[in-house]
């Protein structure tokens, strides 16, 4: 019997399969920390220089699982224009691929979308060996040399060293078009929120919705660690230029009772210093254990009551820029089947989630 009935290595069976590598062509490499490029996606950049969703050093205390999840680029992206009719990137990553129920492409690779805000359309993922901690993938060759928008969007689950892109050495490259505003729409929450289990960084919900929106998006999403401590409020209260926060983290709450501590207390911190901003609370959706676990769905949707009595009586004590959304029908019908797991988001769950979301996001933001 042949090695390959063995062993059943795809990549030898079916060209697709395989893992990218470079053209051949040649290439100049850029660093996208540089001019004309823009990195945005990561709050605390322009301090730290880092690809980072924390700064290095939080001025308040926050616990060690999120202080290394904080690492994990999710939500972070590079935009720039450019004429080069290839694409590729070097890329070191802070470990291997290591999730039993998410692609390496969705946990450390990056992906690639062409398009003005609106129209972007998805070209291309780092197909790689995800045994390695490094790679270097052509991303796409293409025969038109028409300058085009290029968003790059980072690995969900795991850190970046280091990236270079790599272009046509004669390539015209030209910063991006501004955003129509600088005001960010930011998320705190889960490891749902984070991006778990989209199969590639642009499947995460709040990368669909930067795609629909012509703002910065910024993810902090931290799996597992989002319990709404009083310190994350307060770190990201301080986030400069915010245009809306959205509170997802109901599903890491612990418990109901430390969840109808954490909220109200989280509010109020965020309100100290944002008193005109908008704040979305998002209650879960159900999860595939209520069906063989009753005592799941009683704790739910205790938790959806009281969101709504709190958003309730926070906002007829005047508080007119609180909104709640009740994530119940956030997958829509047969929901269950739109999880990896029962819990975690498969690409058309997010895509779900997304679509239910844009519309109370244009309506919060005016657009």
């Known amino acids: 019997m042949s090695e390959d009935r063995q062993s059943m290595n795809v990549g030898r069976l079916d060209e697709h399969m395989k893992a990218h590598s470079l053209s051949g062509i040649p290439l100049q490499w850029h660093n996208p920390k540089q001019s004309p490029f823009e990195i945005n996606g990561f709050a605390w950049f322009e301090e730290d220089r880092t690809f980072r969703r924390l700064p290095k050093q939080p001025k308040f205390e926050v616990t060690e699982a999120v202080d290394v999840l904080a690492n994990c680029t999710a939500g972070g992206q590079i935009r720039f224009r450019t004429s080069s009719r290839q694409l590729a990137l070097k890329v070191k990553l802070q470990g291997k691929a290591n999730m039993f129920h998410m692609p390496a492409t969705g946990q450390c690779g990056f992906d690639c979308y062409i398009g003005e805000p609106g129209e972007q359309q998805f070209v291309g993922v780092t197909k790689y060996d995800h045994t390695q901690e490094e790679y270097e993938v052509t991303l796409f060759e293409r025969q038109n040399g028409e300058p085009v928008l290029i968003t790059l ?67 902090l999403g931290f799996s597992g660690n989002g319990k709404g401590e009083a310190n994350m409020a307060r770190l990201i209260r301080e986030i400069k230029d915010p245009a809306c926060l959205v509170l997802d983290y109901e599903p890491n709450c612990v418990s109901t009772a430390l969840y109808k501590e954490t909220l109200p207390r989280f509010i109020q911190l965020y309100r100290e210093y944002h008193r005109d901003i908008p704040i979305l609370v998002v209650s879960k959706y159900p999860y595939a254990y209520e069906i063989v676990n009753p005592i799941l769905r009683e704790e739910r949707l205790e938790r959806l009551s009281f969101q709504k009595q709190l958003i309730q009586q926070l906002q007829k004590a005047g508080d007119q820029r609180l909104y709640f959304y009740d994530g119940t029908d956030l997958l829509g019908e047969n929901n269950h089947e739109k999880t990896v797991d029962g819990s975690h988001a498969t690409d058309l769950g997010f895509m779900c989630v997304a679509e239910k979301l844009t519309p109370i996001l244009k309506g919060i933001l005016c657009i």
């Open 153 to 219: 969007n980072f690995p969900l689950y795991q850190g970046v060293k280091e990236v270079a892109i790599g272009l046509d050495p004669d390539a015209v490259i030209q910063p991006p078009s501004p955003y129509t505003t600088s005001k960010k729409v930011i998320f705190y929450g889960t490891s749902i929120l984070q991006g778990g289990c989209a199969s590639r960084p642009g499947m995460a919900y709040p990368n669909i919705l930067s795609r629909r929106f012509n703002q910065e998006f910024i993810n």
